[in-house]
């Protein structure tokens, strides 16, 4: 994916401090019902006045408005925040952030890249920040930090030691990152060093629990929000084994073994084949998931299980998502023919690049199945769950599509267990203050008009939030119709690379 050049990137940020200057024209969007993002109940016939890139005011009644106030008739018609994908992987590209706001994404959380893509994210965040409307609210972990491992060529990654770990936090300083985000080779003695850096830079820890580390303790030691099922091997449902010792000493020796041969193929092939997450899933104890829930219960931590990514349904040449053919979905319709054909042929017998078997994908199926279980147990026990889908533009996972994937892993956090008003503010206004951010994520007079208006209600089926009428960001409309246009345009040219 290629990262835009720093100095279009400035020259962006000067063109987005000079529209935020001219301030985008007053709006009222009439007669709406408001959905605020909080998991409160919705309120019919408000009027909803946006100025200067923020929420003015909502009123029972319409409130004065001069002459050249864009009025909209919002009847019939839904106003929820904009929503947050608290697990992407932009990589600072242009196209992949119109893929975004089309989809009614105006947030991103970006959980990693290299540090020239970091730095620039930081002018795409300040460019938000000046009052820009062509970019998303971005916050973002730059480079993420690992052991030693594999990955020795992979830009994304700072492999540290306990030695080099305060080279590694300078450069996160100097990158200015919002978080620091963890992955799956760290050592246990040097995930708790980060933990305690963390804390002294004031910094959230989140990501990957590495699997030297049981999940209980890394929550319970300061791990913000686990990512996914919690690492690549094993994670939560290893924390549920009755046999967790031996199956991480397991992990632990194909990891020794990959780092040493440089081998992370058959890594995948042993980690994640039928073998052993079918005794993974045969050892689940249900006293551990009660104590693993505990730990959640007790630490505050937040889980985003990025369900759509691990969804057996996309798997298949031509999946059914939902009671509905993926490939016919909106984002799709205009999709490179060749990118299309690429995941006709490589969905059902690859995973992350690695063939597997029918038994291999039966095994991944009752993974995930198990997985939706103790999901469902932690939100009854009041665990956090939002909203992120690890989706990247244009050719990550077969059949998943930067933005609209979030609009499938609402439903699938529904099918958890979560309310459709609840899975919202897990895209929303819960995801907003997990991050620590104040003005954005709730709808309430005061902060930044980032908003959707659909045409469906959410609360009545959860897919409705596909049903998009307007979009805006920092007070300002986001031309759909011109961005969708220039995403499939690139996603064409990208999909050349397999002509």
Excluded at 332 to 347: G, S, Y
Excluded at 441 to 453: N, S
Aim: net charge negative; proline share 6%; charged share 20%.
């Amino acid at each position: 994916m290629p990262i835009r050049a720093v100095a279009l990137l400035f020259a962006l940020f000067v063109g987005a401090v000079q529209t935020a200057a001219a301030q985008p024209r007053d709006t009222l969007i009439s007669d709406v019902t408001v959905i605020d993002g909080l998991a409160n109940p919705p309120v019919p016939h408000q009027h909803v006045l946006l100025q200067q890139g923020r929420i003015a005011s909502i009123s029972d009644d319409p409130p004065a408005t001069g002459p050249d106030t864009v009025i909209l008739d919002g009847r019939g018609r839904y106003l929820i925040p904009g929503l947050w994908d608290l697990h992407a992987h932009s990589f600072a590209d242009e196209t992949a952030m119109h893929a975004y706001l089309t989809a009614g994404v105006t947030g991103l959380r970006d959980m990693g890249c290299s540090a020239d893509c970091a730095r620039d994210l930081a002018a795409l965040r300040e460019a938000y920040r000046a009052g820009s409307g062509e970019f998303p609210r971005l916050v973002f972990a730059g480079p993420m930090l690992d052991g030693d491992s594999p990955y020795d060529d992979y830009p994304s990654h700072l492999q540290l030691t306990l030695a080099s770990l305060p080279g590694a936090l300078d450069t996160l300083r100097e990158l200015d990152v919002d978080f620091i985000k963890t992955r799956d080779f760290l050592s246990r003695d040097e995930f708790m060093a980060l933990v305690g850096a963390g804390a002294a830079m004031h910094l959230q820890l989140v990501g990957h629990v590495p699997t030297a580390v049981p999940v209980g303790d890394a929550v319970r030691a300061g791990l913000a929000t686990v990512e996914h099922e919690g690492s690549l091997f094993g994670g939560m449902l290893l924390a549920c084994s009755a046999d967790e010792g031996r199956l991480r000493e397991e992990l632990l020796a194909l990891m020794s073994e990959a780092t040493a041969s440089g081998d992370v193929t058959s890594l995948y092939a042993r980690a994640l084949g039928a073998d052993f997450l079918d005794r993974l899933v045969d050892s689940f104890d249900p006293g551990k998931a009660d104590a693993l829930v505990d730990a959640f219960v007790e630490s505050g931590a937040a889980i985003v299980p990025t369900l759509i990514v691990q969804h057996p349904s996309l798997r298949a040449a031509d999946p059914v998502f939902a009671g509905r053919r993926k490939a016919a979905d909106e984002e799709f319709r205009e999709a490179p023919e060749t990118l299309l054909e690429r995941w006709r042929q490589t969905a059902g017998v690859e995973v992350l690049g690695q063939p597997f078997s029918d038994a291999d994908r039966a095994a991944m199926t009752r993974h995930y199945a198990l997985l939706v279980e103790l999901l469902g147990r932690m939100h009854a026990a009041g665990v956090p769950i939002l909203a992120g889908t690890d989706a990247i533009f244009p050719d990550g996972t077969p059949w998943m599509w930067s933005g609209f994937s979030l609009h499938d892993e609402l439903q699938l956090l529904v099918s958890v267990g979560l309310s459709p008003l609840e899975a919202l503010a897990a895209a929303t206004g819960h995801a907003a203050r997990m991050l620590g951010l104040e003005d954005v994520g709730v709808v309430a007079p005061g902060l930044r008009a980032d908003l959707v208006l659909l045409s469906r209600d959410p609360l009545a089926a959860i897919h409705n939030t596909r049903a998009i009428e307007r979009v805006w960001v920092n007070g300002e409309p986001v031309d759909r119709e011109a961005l969708l246009e220039h995403v499939n345009r690139r996603a064409a040219d990208h999909a050349n690379y397999w002509d």
